[in-house]
């Protein structure tokens, strides 16, 4: 008896061991099953593709299987459940899965992904991080360039931004068009009727406007609580006004026909000075270093600062938040062109694209998933998805109203712009041209500016050249001098300290940049 | 804590005896033994196979400090470049402004922040209320809930230039604002502020935990004896806790060079970026935002060889001073 429950009793014992140690081993196995997953099924994709490839219909061959990696600014996003995903997913024959990162650690998760060598099906990617560039030379993504033209959307992309967005002349991935005239000048309206001002044409009426939203009261409460401009840590209000002065926007030719960079310019100087006497005078907020981006229109919707230059469609975001405050027929916020300088009329240009979307060899194995992939891109240009990724499902989120999009989403609806947000983040904007939003007239302001734009953008003429040393030691080098224009405009170094930060820029690595950077701009020539 | 401390060694130097004296039979008697204990060991089976995954077999992965890794190139291709990574980072200028900025940062943070919940402990424990005491102690150690992304905003809600309440208050008494957030002269006390505020109470746990354990009898002995209250703090109390505050210590200097990325990061800006960069933002920078990955794991590499040479030097300085050590 007793030898027997013994028995009885080591048999559990062992059943309990074998069952743990196997669940170890399942736990395992299990992530990797998990990864290879997807593999079993391809087979079965292409076979279903190329027996469909007879007579060239997709839409009979099995759902396409994609994984999408895009940024997000918002944290309320689109799920499977979402009618605009899986309208999306019907159109194009594809099941879909969203990776929505965000924003502010896209680069990070990037990178971080491009090092585990998961990479989803198509991830947006910024085109000059070292290590998209290394990952495209060292075969992560597939080359698309010379599919592109057999496609009715995709071979209609503009072969300059084409250029400007590939690696070592070869496409690795699908720019996202932006326009390129894209920035502006948002003024509130109210402010400058109260000092008495019209529209900055010259960058002496922009420093009397700001001047005049300090000292004269805008708001009208008697006291001394508003000041000019805001700007935060994201130093991109200092990049656009450095090109207003003259100085180049990021590479500039010098007098010999050689390229230098923007901050060994007199002209960028000049910009410098004026920045110090906006910080000295107070007309941009003191805290300006250390401000977080995430609350940068929050001074203008409280009627703290007056002026915001970025983007000219900031003017309708920053609208849309004074409006939710206190609904009124006119707007509240006007938009400008940048204001004539000392060396003409300029502005920054965009790139003409914000980053890629590349294709990856690890999730995409063969050619004709490929062309399956290609095909759902080119898709996302016809008309139909342009409007359902930017603008919704009609009825639902919008309304045409005269050939214009009337959006019927409202701030407050969370659940409605849920399944619509982030989805535009995959679009390329190559294809034909889709309705306008509702002419409003801040809209209207907004494109005129952007139109006219076109005509005073300063392009960097270093765009498409991938420098190696930018490659590996770029933010270094941009912090260097990105810090010493800090400093030098809240007056921790004066013009020695500049001179300073920059030999220090030249000796880390800025002349072999230099070099480099005018090399290959000849070669390209 | 002392019985389970000493067993490790002592059952190995008893196993090694019994394997001599067996040394002449055809079987090995750790074999038997293990026969003997076999359910017990199978027992402690999935434990070791789990450091061997998820600590033992990752930590190969330190030898990409040695490559030129590329991911997509993978591991086993990469070029091997032996020492290169390392040389560069020793002749790199930053190295120094690293190094400097980094001990600065433990030295203050071992000085002021190590003693802080010690001496709490001290003060809460001269609390004979126990409601209170119990009160207070929940009250100081509820910071450490809060995530160190909220004390960098409150941070900043405080002290910004541009309205921060305790930037006014200063305003309103001396009739200057001071720049706390981008001054480099104001980074460091910042830092270590921040984690005193948030540590302090939580570290106050193991000591009151310690103190707690502390002989009352020895106390009324004191009394007895004419002992007032900081003398008896002095030769009962600190001589009962001083093994625990030594092998804290300890642990605290194998982590150095550990200065608490998220905090430094988030306090980081264009304007203290020189007293603010440290080892840890540095191999993020380097080894996340420009994907030089075997360059930051040499960087991780050399930290982990400084933390280990710091563990091993004080705990025998420990031991020299009559300590008891952590091992």
Redo the contacts between chains.
Sequence with gaps: MNVKVLGVKRKIALLCAVVMMLSVLAACSGGNGGSNDPAPQEPANTGGQSAGEGNANAAQAEPLELTIMVPAFSTELPDGSSPVLQELEKYTNTDITMQFVPNSSYGDKMNITLASGQLPHLMVVDRNSASYINAARTGAFWEIGPYLQDYPNLSQANPIILNNSSVDGKTYGIYRGRTLGRMGVSINKDWMEKVGLSEPKTIDEFYNLLKAFKEQDPDGNGKDDTYGTVITKYAGPWDIMQVWFGAPNKWGEGADGKLVPTHMTPEYKEALKFFKKLYDEGLVNSDFAVMDPAVWLDPIVNGQAGVMVDVADAARRIDGRMQEKAEREEPYIDVFQAPVGPKGHRDMPTSGYANVIAISKSAVKTEEELKRVLEFLDKLGDVEMQMLLGYGIEGRHYEMVDGYIKPLTTPEDVALVKELEGMNQMLTFIGPVTPQLEMTVINEKVMQVQTANEEIVVSNPAEPLVSEVYAQKGQQLDNIIADARIKYIVGQIDDNGLDQAIALWRSSGGDDYIAEINKLYEEAK | MDSTLQSGPDAAVKAKKSKATVLGSQRPSWIGKVKKDR?LY??L??GL??FL?FKYLPMWGVLIAFQNF?????FWNSEWVGLENFRNFFAN?DFVRLLRNTFILAVYDLVFFFPAPIIVALLLNEIRVNVIKRFIQTMVYVPHFISMVIVA?MT?VFL???G?VLNEAVFQITGR?I?F??DPDWFRPLIILQIMWKETGWGTIIFLAALASVDVEQYEAAVVDGANRFQRLWHVTLPAISSVIVILLILRLGNFLDNGFEQIFLMT???N?TVADVFDTYVY??G??????SYSTAIGLFKSIVGIVLIYGSNWLAKRFGQEGLY
């Design positions: 359910w199978v027992l089976l999935p196979i789990y995954v590329q991911p997509f190139v993978g200028p905003s900043y910004t230039t541009q921060g604002r720049d957030l981008a800006n264009s304007l970026r920078f380097v996340i935002t420009q994907g030089a990955f």
